[in-house]
T-cell receptor
Framework: EAGVAQSPRYKIIEKRQSVAFWCNPISGHATLYWYQQILGQGPKLLIQFQNNGVVDDSQLPKDRFSAERLKGVDSTLKIQPAKLEDSAVYLC?????????????????FGEGSRLTVL | AQKITQTQPGMFVQEKEAVTLDCTYDTSDPSYGLFWYKQPSSGEMIFLIYQGSYDQQNATEGRYSLNFQKARKSANLVISASQLGDSAMYFCAMREGSAGNTGKLIFGQGTTLQVKP
């Protein structure tokens, strides 16, 4: 079974430029997450989708970040304009479970992440 | 609000010895799950082990075991017989299980483990 695919793996941009990251979850996984991991810290949830609907985007800086999952499969996370503090690894994760099915079990499957450096 | 704390930024262990990575958590939800993930330098988060709040026994998965002390709200990861390939960052995470939960995981700050030959 193929894992979570992310691209690009690395991206360097200057501040105020824009960038987009792509994620393809494990086939059949209804729930998709984008996490931001700043160097030396644990991942922080930015946005969660179930199919193509947003479940939780309370931590997403909506003035500059946007994300979509139009067909309920792959997803794109965009940053525009980027700031220096956006330098981080952006991790995509997916889960087969749906809202209400989670209980407390069921791990998230992560991709290798997209490392962003903003100069 | 739920919170995960890992107080050890870095740890060293000699190859073939056991090591314990600390994790404490805070939640008011009686139903929750605790997870440990490993993040090697490649960046991918690898699931290691899971413990449910109602589980009677400590979880074990191969060389990994979870020392779950519910009253102390701690969920320490024990790695036995450390190998060089265990060198990585380790994260403790929690999911609350109350009705309406979205399934998201909240992560601690992580502990970097280095295994010495």
């Amino acid at each position: 079974e193929a894992g979570v695919a992310q691209s690009p793996r690395y991206k360097i941009i200057e501040k105020r430029q824009s960038v987009a990251f792509w994620c393809n979850p494990i086939s059949g996984h209804a729930t998709l997450y984008w996490y931001q991991q700043i160097l030396g810290q644990g991942p922080k949830l930015l946005i969660q989708f179930q199919n193509n609907g947003v479940v939780d985007d309370s931590q997403l800086p909506k003035d500059r970040f946007s994300a979509e999952r139009l067909k309920g499969v792959d997803s794109t996370l965009k940053i525009q304009p980027a700031k220096l503090e956006d330098s981080a690894v952006y991790l995509c994760a997916s889960s087969a479970q749906r809202i209400g099915e989670f209980g407390v079990t069921g791990e998230l499957f992560f991709g290798e992440g997209s490392r962003l450096t903003v100069l | 609000a739920q919170k995960i704390t890992q107080t050890q930024p870095g740890m060293f262990v000699q190859e073939k010895e056991a090591v314990t990575l600390d994790c404490t958590y805070d939640t008011s939800d009686p139903s929750y799950g605790l997870f440990w993930y490993k993040q090697p330098s490649s960046g991918e988060m690898i699931f290691l082990i899971y413990q449910g709040s109602y589980d009677q026994q400590n979880a074990t998965e191969g060389r990994y075991s979870l020392n779950f002390q519910k009253a102390r709200k701690s969920a320490n990861l024990v790695i036995s017989a450390s190998q060089l390939g265990d060198s990585a960052m380790y994260f403790c995470a929690m999911r609350e299980g109350s009705a309406g939960n979205t399934g998201k995981l909240i992560f601690g700050q992580g502990t970097t483990l280095q295994v010495k030959p």
